[in-house]
T-cell receptor, first 116, second 109 residues
Framework: GAVVSQHPSWVICKSGTSVKIECRSL??????MFWYRQFPKQSLMLMAT?????????EQGVEKDKFLINHASLTLSTLTVTSAHPEDSSFYIC????????????FGPGTRLTVL | TQLLEQSPQFLSIQEGENLTVYCNSS?????LQWYRQEPGEGPVLLVT?????EVKKLKRLTFQFGDARKDSSLHITAAQTGDTGLYLC?????????FGTGTRLTVIP
């Protein structure tokens, strides 16, 4: 099956610093990648969608200048949380989809971000 | 406003009991998916239902899509401790996958 990896799996940073999270599709080309955020005991909330080589589309209420998304290749997307604050602490999950398997979306294992 | 409301939000049952969780919406969908997520991991797809009234079985799990394709249910027979997790329904809207509010199930041995 299709595998999506994320790195790092967890990260702790100081308030005000920036953190980059990588999402890779290991055995397929991901034309579209998605970033979700999940707060404790809550569901996944879609943050943004990115297509390879294009600017990301952000959901309402998500600050695009704070959450920078880059989808530079068909196997890699990055999410950078800029000037992180404690309220950004969350579980960030990426997902990837191919052009041909439209209804199949494969999820990464998530990255736990803690901002002190 | 949440697109998909799940109930109950939390459920704690004894091993061996049966349970049903629900996913409801006021909108009609062409398909609906159920996922299970364990702590510290991404969600894993369990099933996709596409036809109104459709019933799919996955071992002890039975999924049903409402006749009007607005709601769905997940029934677990003889729950096991390994069934513990967060159950999420999800639908595709405008090319994106949106998740329900989730049901956190705990099966007590």
């Amino acid at each position: 099956g299709a595998v999506v990896s994320q790195h790092p799996s967890w990260v702790i940073c100081k308030s005000g610093t920036s953190v980059k999270i990588e999402c890779r599709s290991l055995d397929f080309q991901a034309t579209t990648m998605f970033w979700y955020r999940q707060f404790p005991k809550q569901s996944l909330m879609l943050m943004a969608t990115s297509n390879e080589g294009s600017k990301a589309t952000y959901e309402q209420g998500v600050e695009k200048d704070k959450f920078l998304i880059n989808h530079a290749s068909l196997t890699l997307s990055t999410l950078t949380v800029t000037s992180a604050h404690p309220e950004d602490s969350s579980f960030y999950i990426c997902s990837a989809r191919t052009l041909t398997a439209y209804n199949e979306q494969f999820f990464g294992p998530g990255t736990r971000l803690t901002v002190l | 406003t949440q697109l998909l409301e799940q109930s109950p939000q939390f459920l704690s049952i004894q091993e061996g009991e049966n349970l049903t969780v629900y996913c409801n919406s006021s909108s009609v969908f062409s398909s609906l998916q159920w996922y299970r997520q364990e702590p510290g991991e991404g969600p894993v797809l369990l099933v996709t239902v596409v036809t109104g009234g459709e019933v799919k079985k996955l071992k002890r799990l039975t999924f049903q899509f409402g006749d009007a394709r607005k709601d769905s249910s997940l029934h677990i027979t003889a729950a096991q401790t390994g069934d513990t997790g967060l159950y999420l329904c999800a639908v595709r809207k405008a090319n994106n996958l949106f998740f329900g509010t989730g049901t956190r199930l705990t099966v007590i041995p």
